[in-house]
């Protein structure tokens, strides 16, 4: 969940009104009790210990990965290990790190973690600090590709076609078979890391059009040789990338990857397409459970979080130039779409339908209900971000029967705080600063 300036063509409905219908989801149901097979299902207790993979939560609940933006060294410092410390004394499963480069160019912008020697002994006190509070930590590794802001990198970025990034106003170069099998082996490079770190969890960035989604992606990928044109090809990356993690740290660690249902743009992944990925993976047997999501931090970042956009706030956010271009361009970069509670579950039955890889619902969860209703229909896990980023002893507080649903109201505030400490803007206005790097 990590949004940047996006250049859309999604259209440009008002704030109110759902946006295209290509784009639009239907209303939730949060009924019924089928498991993933189709049969009926007995109650399943969100608050009791699951397996994943080879290793066992205390319960069923994940904090997504959300970006945190308090790491201005691209190393672990204190406050992003109590952004997770939180979390993880509120009662989580598991806690999420977001985002992880495998390499340097691949960051969304320099002051996002790489992972690389030096960052291990601050990784190493942020899993201490994550299991001394009884949770799991998950690393979201990845590579940003064409989101990645190459002017505050230093760094060229790369793509599977030649791109322009309207972040950095530079364009995004076509990823040579060099550049391919040097990422590659960042990603196994990356999971070793993790490992070493103390990590008990990979989830693999397989969404938001970050490199592996856009070579996903028919609107991104224009290639002509092996890994563009037919699906197959567009999805060698994304294969090869879960295959060179779980090869590296086989049985040490669960593997997970997110994976985009659709791009929520013009010509982008569609679901159909995307099943099919994700059979791939189901097949290549190199996945412990699948989470699903959708959108484009390069052309639709709300289509993944639902609700009104905040145009005024992220404008602020922005360089003097692209701030110009947003103010007039803002509704069609950034269209807002109606909130609806779990508003990724009817797409991601279609996946309990065709798979046997367990798979984590995700978007928009806020209500206990709407959590055991879920697992009662055949998703394995659940996972939440803006609730969790307002209350984020929510889970305690829920097993304990002191709240049944979250307070976040979705205005999407928080957004634009990735550039200033993730945080909810509501409660907490004021900036986060990041210290220096934890020794």
């Given at each position: 969940?990590?949004?940047?300036?996006?250049?859309?063509?999604?259209?440009?409905?008002?704030?109110?009104?759902?946006?295209?219908?290509?784009?639009?989801?239907?209303?939730?149901?949060?009924?019924?009790?089928?498991?993933?097979?189709?049969?009926?299902?007995?109650?399943?207790?969100?608050?009791?210990?699951?397996?994943?993979?080879?290793?066992?939560?205390?319960?069923?609940?994940?904090?997504?990965?959300?970006?945190?933006?308090?790491?201005?060294?691209?190393?672990?410092?204190?406050?992003?290990?109590?952004?997770?410390?939180?979390?993880a004394a509120g009662g989580v499963g598991m806690t999420t790190v977001?985002?992880?480069?495998?390499?340097?160019?691949?960051?969304?912008?320099?002051?996002?973690?790489?992972?690389?020697?030096?960052?291990?002994?601050?990784?190493?006190?942020?899993?201490?600090?994550?299991?001394?509070?009884?949770?799991?930590?998950?690393?979201?590794?990845?590579?940003?590709?064409?989101?990645?802001?190459?002017?505050?990198?230093?760094?060229?970025?790369?793509?599977?076609?030649?791109?322009?990034?309207?972040?950095?106003?530079?364009?995004?170069?076509?990823?040579?078979?060099?550049?391919?099998?040097?990422?590659?082996?960042?990603?196994?490079?990356?999971?070793?890391?993790?490992?070493?770190?103390?990590?008990?969890?990979?989830?693999?960035?397989?969404?938001?059009?970050?490199?592996?989604?856009?070579?996903?992606?028919?609107?991104?990928?224009?290639?002509?040789?092996?890994?563009?044109?037919?699906?197959?090809?567009?999805?060698?990356?994304?294969?090869?990338?879960?295959?060179?993690?779980?090869?590296?740290?086989?049985?040490?660690?669960?593997?997970?990857?997110?994976?985009?249902?659709?791009?929520?743009?013009?010509?982008?992944?569609?679901?159909?397409?995307?099943?099919?990925?994700?059979?791939?993976?189901?097949?290549?047997?190199?996945?412990?459970?699948?989470?699903?999501?959708?959108?484009?931090?390069?052309?639709?970042?709300?289509?993944?979080?639902?609700?009104?956009?905040?145009?005024?706030?992220?404008?602020?956010?922005?360089?003097?130039?692209?701030?110009?271009?947003?103010?007039?361009?803002?509704?069609?970069?950034?269209?807002?779409?109606?909130?609806?509670?779990?508003?990724?579950?009817?797409?991601?039955?279609?996946?309990?339908?065709?798979?046997?890889?367990?798979?984590?619902?995700?978007?928009?969860?806020?209500?206990?209900?709407?959590?055991?209703?879920?697992?009662?229909?055949?998703?394995?896990?659940?996972?939440?971000?803006?609730?969790?980023?307002?209350?984020?002893?929510?889970?305690?507080?829920?097993?304990?029967?002191?709240?049944?649903?979250?307070?976040?109201?979705?205005?999407?505030?928080?957004?634009?705080?990735?550039?200033?400490?993730?945080?909810?803007?509501?409660?907490?206005?004021?900036?986060?600063?990041?210290?220096?790097?934890?020794?």
């Amino acid at each position: 969940m990590n949004p940047s300036s996006p250049e859309s063509t999604a259209g440009s409905p008002s704030e109110n009104s759902e946006p295209v219908s290509e784009n639009a989801e239907p209303a939730s149901d949060n009924s019924g009790s089928a498991s993933q097979n189709g049969s009926v299902a007995s109650s399943v207790d969100p608050f009791a210990s699951a397996q994943l993979g080879p290793i066992t939560l205390r319960n069923r609940i994940i904090k997504a990965a959300t970006f945190e933006g308090v790491m201005p060294e691209a190393l672990v410092t204190p406050e992003l290990i109590e952004y997770h410390r939180v979390v993880a004394a509120g009662g989580v499963g598991m806690t999420t790190v977001a985002y992880l480069a495998v390499s340097p160019e691949g960051r969304t912008h320099a002051e996002c973690l790489w992972m690389r020697e030096a960052a291990i002994p601050g990784l190493t006190k942020l899993t201490e600090a994550i299991h001394a509070e009884g949770a799991k930590i998950s690393g979201q590794i990845g590579h940003g590709g064409i989101v990645a802001n190459g002017k505050s990198n230093q760094a060229q970025s790369i793509g599977p076609s030649k791109q322009f990034n309207p972040i950095s106003f530079r364009s995004v170069k076509e990823a040579t078979e060099a550049d391919i099998d040097r990422v590659l082996k960042d990603f196994a490079k990356a999971a070793r890391i993790a490992v070493t770190s103390g990590f008990d969890c990979l989830e693999i960035h397989l969404g938001h059009n970050y490199l592996p989604s856009s070579f996903l992606s028919p609107r991104l990928n224009k290639r002509e040789d092996s890994w563009g044109g037919s699906l197959k090809n567009r999805a060698k990356f994304a294969r090869q990338a879960v295959l060179s993690v779980r090869e590296e740290v086989d049985g040490e660690v669960a593997v997970i990857a997110k994976l985009n249902m659709k791009d929520g743009i013009p010509d982008g992944l569609e679901i159909e397409e995307s099943l099919e990925v994700a059979q791939m993976l189901e097949e290549d047997g190199g996945l412990d459970a699948l989470e699903l999501t959708g959108g484009s931090s390069y052309g639709n970042p709300m289509y993944l979080f639902r609700g009104e956009a905040p145009l005024k706030e992220f404008a602020k956010t922005l360089p003097p130039i692209p701030r110009l271009g947003f103010k007039l361009m803002g509704k069609k970069m950034m269209p807002s779409y109606p909130f609806k509670e779990a508003f990724f579950r009817d797409n991601a039955h279609r996946y309990l339908e065709r798979l046997n890889l367990p798979i984590i619902l995700l978007g928009g969860i806020n209500e206990l209900e709407t959590i055991k209703s879920a697992l009662n229909e055949g998703f394995a896990f659940v996972a939440m971000g803006r609730a969790l980023l307002r209350t984020p002893d929510l889970i305690a507080r829920m097993q304990a029967g002191e709240m049944a649903k979250g307070i976040c109201i979705h205005c999407n505030k928080c957004m634009p705080t990735i550039y200033s400490g993730t945080r909810c803007y509501l409660d907490n206005p004021e900036p986060i600063k990041g210290s220096a790097p934890v020794a």
